[in-house]
């Protein structure tokens, strides 16, 4: 009960000449709630000599709001409409910001109980959500007269279905947008709240930067799912409707409506696709609207919908045509559908809706008459049709199912059934068959398929010919053993047999090695080397149906680089199992080579380039162990090329490799001077080799390499213009490359990174604005990839970091970025679970969101999100070899988690986990000049009291130059620094 409820309880207790002196005490600082205490009083004593009036005399009602008044903090400004039980006008705040915004308030002769109660469900269902696809809720509150208010933003907008005929949108942009007004009633089936009501006008569409955008609004009659939203709980009467009776569920039809739950949800929005898809309904809403109570629930129960596809190009049939009886108009139920118009604020941008009725003449909300159904599809009537049969039916006749339990079992599933089928994948609507999924299969991947045939006709082909030579063979030495007199001839024919077969085995693997060489190298570029999964699976059961000693020396070397080329499509894809099993595969074969060639430079090679990638598959998965025993394996073969072939540029290059991979292990163990004695040598043996080929992209590609990983070890060696100069220079150098193969997206990538870890190193210089130059030119550089390929999961993924590390905390858009960046995470995290770079990665994202509610105040998220971090944090320490990158994110995540349960005034708990930033720490404060330690563990010095262990890590830091980024931080450091100061002093 609130403060009104209060003074007015006690009031009424009273004569009516002793309230004045209660409300002269009680509301002497606040007239306005006099007034409505007042307005309370007045109607309690009306309604208390109800039965002395006359019976036809009606009670008085309130003026209603016109243009000019005041109501709380807003001055109406004009009448813009009505919906439902609401009126709405457009006002204007002037405290605490100045904004036009709509105010929604009972309209008079409309607040009864029943009526009081569904207003304030809607307000506090649109209050518990919080998606930028469905409305949000400015304020609320009552008026002088005691009926409830809320205030939304002005914003502008079409019915969905109107906004997809008028841009004459395609049938796979209605699905995409579909997709996201499911993902919003998602997120309201979430907060507990069931809209009830789902319509195209309760969805308003318009264009937002040049991209349609969904909003839901109206959950004027939402009924919660767990808690009641108002203390007036609404209880449906016998015959009262609650919905339109065009898209109601039929167990929202029947009487006993406590029994709804989100799947009523998804029948409606089964209705509204079935709309967007045929521009009709499934049954005429006018013909509902003439059936009598009883008959409507019998046909929303039990005829069942035509089919989408059946329905297009044919007449709509009437409910007469499905046994409807009786014509009695049923009085409370409306004809679905109202024209809508809506207001832009001019002060506020944000993209909220908000819907009112249209007063004076209806407009129709179709298509232009000279635009058929299928025109506003941008397709044929048979191409429409043609569309919608199969897939698209199967998922709306689910969504239509009059048994709940076959439905979806939420708007999540059917949001991916919807995204699935825009992707060519198998729907899981549709029953599950072989020949259904194969053909789905073929559609998503057509050239592989193509290709792949290619390569199994030409492997049938030559093994039914080697098959049929084999046995000619045969018979030929058994009729050599009978007829002695013929044995020349049967060897002979034996010998063309064999050479026959190795001919042909030869002509379908130099075919295999086209695919998997030069074409792919043509794919790679362009960033399409998915096309070859299907070719480098078949090829892989090829293979392992061969033993390697019975095979020639060209077929070894062929397979060998065939393996090695479908691993590397495999690692891009971060299939690190399948790319691991292709290359030890292939070095199985390279090796088998060598040694029966130990002096012959291109098998010794092919063993380096297979030993090369087992190495290099075991550092994305963490496996330091591995990791170095191949890549050493590596550089003892580039050793032995050279010796065997002489200071050919192959040779050195594979020697110069060798340097380089063996001092990127050197910098893993902060071997800083080991590892910059191995960069110099790759250097030098690369300028040697640039002087005899200027133009070689791959030698300016290793000098490029060499700038950022010396850029690295400055950074750690607490060095930062050094490192700021390196990562400047590597952008530099992958700009130049960039601009010698525009074709090739691989290199733009390489100088974002580049852009991004300069940003770092001059954010920890203090140099903000510069940082925020790098990170913005990064940004857009990933966001072109990902626009160039939408499949490379990597480069979405780091797209989405970009925008985290270079964005402005508390922003929508950084909290945006994170959301998105996580679910990309966990999946690939889960497709991929031995990847110790994505778990890392995932704990960072996770810690940077909890940062971000911590700041918004929301604590309990934040503790959650952080609880995660730490989670994952842990796992990676515990697995063993935690680099400098693992500890520091580790420790991180407890120096935070220590802050929320300060916030949560659990003092003990937030000494404990910061006790665990120095245990994660203590072995590498001691000599370590990598300010991602130090700065962590100087906090939790200082948070635990330990200034004197503080200050001197705040010493190195200090002589870095070192700014710390964190808000929270720098008040931490500066009292260790002060304290250091005052120390030198004395």
Known sequence: MDRDDEIFADAIELPTAARAALLDQACASDPAQRARIEALLAGHNAAGAFLEKPAGAPLPLPDEEKPGDVIGRYLLLQKIGEGGCGAVYLAEQKMPVHRRVALKVIKLGMDTRTVIARFEAERQALALMDHPDIARVFDAGATGAGRPFFVMELVDGLPITKFCDEHRLTIPARLELFARVCLALQHAHQKGIIHRDVKPSNILVALRDGEP?????????????????TEQTLVTGVDQFIGTPAYMSPE??????????????????????????????????????????????????????????????????????????????????????NPWISVRSVVDRSSVWLRFHRRGKRTPTATPPNISVAAARGVTPKQLSSALRGDLDWIVMRCLEKDRDRRYGSARELADDVLRHLRQEPVEARPPNAGYRLERFVARNRLACASAAAIALALIVGTVVSVRQAVRATRAERIANAERDLAQAASRAEAVARTDAQRRQEQAEDLLTFMLG?????????????????????????????????????????????????GQIRLDQNRYADAHAAFTAGYTRAAALASRHPRDGDMLFERAQAEYWIGFVARRRGDAVAEREWLTRYRDSAFALLHTEGETPRAQSELAWGYHNIAVLDVDAENFVTARAGFAAEGRMVKELLIA???????????AEIASWLGEISRRDGDFVAAMDCYAEAASLFERIASLEPAVPHWRYRVAKSLIFAGEVKRSLGLRIAADNSYARAIGLMNELVAFDPANKWWRTEALHARIVGGRPGSEEYGAALSEALTELEMMVKSEPSSRALKRLLAETLRMQSADRLAAGRVDQAEGDIERAIEVGEALVREGQADANVCAEAAQAHLLAGRIAMEQRRVARAQEHWREVLALLRTRLATTKDCRLLDPGAQAYVLLGMLDRANPLVERLRQCGYHSSDPLAAPILDVASWSTNETQNQ
């Open 518 to 566: 030069d074409f792919r190298t043509e794919l790679q570029k362009i960033g399409r080397l998915a096309l070859l999964d299907s070719v480098g699976e078949k090829a892989m059961a090829y293979f392992a149906a061969l033993k390697p000693e019975e095979l020639t020396d060209t077929a070894l070397a062929r397979q060998a680089k065939a393996l090695t080329q479908i």
């Open 252 to 337: 929202q039809a029947d009487r006993r409506d406590g029994d709804i739950d989100t799947r009523s949800d998804i029948y409606a929005l089964g209705i509204v696709l079935y709309e967007l898809l045929c521009g009709r309904l499934p049954f005429d809403p006018k013909t509902l609207s003439r059936a009598g109570v009883d008959e409507l629930r019998r046909i929303i129960r039990e005829v069942e919908s035509p089919r989408p596809s059946a329905v297009v190009g044919v007449a709509l049939p009437t409910l007469s045509d499905h046994g409807l009886r009786g014509s009695t108009r049923m009085d409370d139920v409306k004809e679905a559908g």
């Open 213 to 229: 955008a969904p909003k839901v609004i109206d959950f004027g009659i939402a009924k919660a799912t767990q808690d009641r939203l």
């Open 693 to 703: 080929a200027p133009g070689d992209v791959q030698l300016q590609m290793r000098l």
